[in-house]
């Protein structure tokens, strides 16, 4: 889809530039990570032309079933004990510190009834042998999905760029798009049902906050439902947070309603044992969480593996064939590491054809993947030990390049083969066991060099995009 990169008018770079400044598509700088003073005035993240994709209809559609199931997950602790207990956390020692908390959480009973889900399913198009394509999941994200907020603003800037560059009728052909007001209408949702007028609504957040202005637009929807929110870290909580009696949660004199963690799902996260006593004690807390302890864990790749094998699906969704269906068809083939012949199998297969497949470990935040040399020397080191079973392989999804200009901080211009990855939001609250709500709420489209393997928009890597569709 490349176009001139002059209009009639003005050079396209430019009027890219000053649009999504005017939308506030923007992060903070490396350098400067918690000041505002200084952004990346080029913003760097998104594309000059959208990238043609129809199967986001299938995406958006199945969105709603993996909420439910993500839910069910949640509270199956029986589930939970097998995909992880025998295996994973014997070799994962972060995996185990989440799982001890959502053991000693089940052992003194789950304080808060309402459950708040904000999710993020991601794909890309797998090409068949035979030139076909369809949707296969890369993973889903239970906690601290990001972008909801900025791919809000992404759909006129690249409305007003094509229609610059004469292309009225394909302007008219981008998805309307606003994450952020779904996720707020969850969050805000749990809020209500906490009953607590003064009480707030907490972003866990980072150290270094380089995209706040993706957060700060979700907070935005919340302040304009006259709804408080405080942004703390992790050491805000433990100097501040405590329980009262009622184990209603309070950091710094203000009760808590909602608990956003936006921070805590990597190892590092948590600097010092004070770090892991301020999660229990907020997962020990009245307020809700987002996620709790039994989410946060129903998001490892482990479960996702374990959920691919036969019978299993089937277990949560009994009587419902064709959801089951749905949901199948995106699964990615995904193969246990575990000790014995069956992940003898899978060690053979990887090293025999390393280019076929990703090596994954139980970790989030982008750049954990092993590919290809990489894959294969780890692969081989651990093959005959028990650390293989903190990985899982999985089949390495090949999409069709397909050309596009992206437009990064200091990066030339250029058409590139590039490779796209949708990522679907969804967001769901219950309360006991009512469902209150189920939505699919928005879409995120990022799209990268296929010169790069892994990374994402805060790496620098990917840019934000757009599905057109066609």
């Not at 798009?177 to 749990?190: D, E, Q, S, W």
């Not at 990887?350 to 935040?365: H, I, S, T, Y």
Request: net charge negative; proline share 4%; hydrophobic share 40%.
């Amino acid at each position: 889809l490349a176009v001139k990169l002059t209009s009639n008018y003005y050079p396209l770079p430019e009027v890219a530039k000053d649009t999504a400044l005017l939308h506030g598509i923007q992060m903070r700088i490396h350098e400067t990570p918690n000041s505002s003073e200084v952004r990346n005035e080029n913003t760097g993240i998104f594309n000059l032309n959208c990238s043609g994709n129809n199967n986001c209809i299938h995406a958006l559609a199945v969105q709603i079933h993996y909420n439910t199931l993500v839910d069910k997950i949640s509270q199956d602790p029986d589930f939970l004990q097998e995909a992880l207990a025998r295996y994973t956390i014997a070799v994962d020692d972060f995996t185990a510190r989440l799982f001890r908390i959502h053991q000693q959480i089940l052992k003194e009973g789950k304080s808060q009834s309402i459950v708040l889900g904000l999710n993020r399913s991601d794909y890309m198009l797998d090409q068949r042998d035979d030139g076909s394509t369809s949707l296969k999941q890369v993973e889903i994200n239970t906690f601290a999905a990001s972008f909801g907020g900025l791919s809000s603003r992404t759909p006129d800037v690249h409305r007003h760029i094509l229609k610059v560059a004469g292309r009225l009728e394909d302007s008219h052909r981008i998805l309307d798009n606003n994450p952020a007001a779904g996720l707020a209408r969850a969050v805000a949702k749990a809020w209500e049902l906490y009953g607590s007028e003064r009480a707030v609504v907490m972003f866990l957040v980072e150290e270094s906050q380089r995209n706040i202005f993706d957060q700060r637009y979700i907070e935005n929807e919340l302040w304009n439902r006259n709804i408080p929110t405080i942004r703390k870290r992790f050491d805000d909580v433990c100097k501040m947070g405590s329980l009262d009696q009622d184990k209603k949660l309070h950091i710094d004199g203000q009760e808590v309603a909602v608990v956003y963690f936006r921070n805590g799902y990597m190892p590092q996260n948590y600097i010092s044992e004070q770090t892991w006593d301020a999660r229990i004690m907020m997962e020990r807390s009245m307020a809700v969480k987002c996620p709790d302890i039994s989410t946060h864990l129903a998001g490892t790749k482990k479960v996702q593996q374990v959920l691919t094998r036969p019978g299993v699906l089937e277990k949560f969704f009994p009587d419902q064939s064709q959801v089951v269906e749905q949901i199948r068809a995106t699964f990615a083939g995904l193969y246990t590491l575990d000790e014995g012949l069956e992940g003898d199998k899978t060690v053979e297969m990887g090293l025999a054809a390393p280019d076929r497949f990703v090596l994954k470990p139980q970790r989030e935040g982008g750049g954990n993947n092993l590919y290809g040399a990489e894959l294969f020397q780890v692969l081989q080191s651990v093959k005959g030990s028990a650390e293989r079973m903190a990985y899982i392989l999985m089949d390495k999804i090949q999409p069709t390049p397909v050309q596009n200009i992206l437009l990064r901080r200091d990066a030339p211009l250029k058409i590139s083969n590039c490779l796209s990855e949708l990522g679907v939001f969804g967001a769901y609250v219950r309360q006991g066991k009512d469902m209150v709500m189920n939505n699919c709420v928005g879409h995120l489209l990022r799209t990268k060099s296929s010169e790069y393997e892994d990374g994402g928009v805060a790496a620098g890597v990917a840019v934000l995009d757009n599905p057109l569709l066609i």
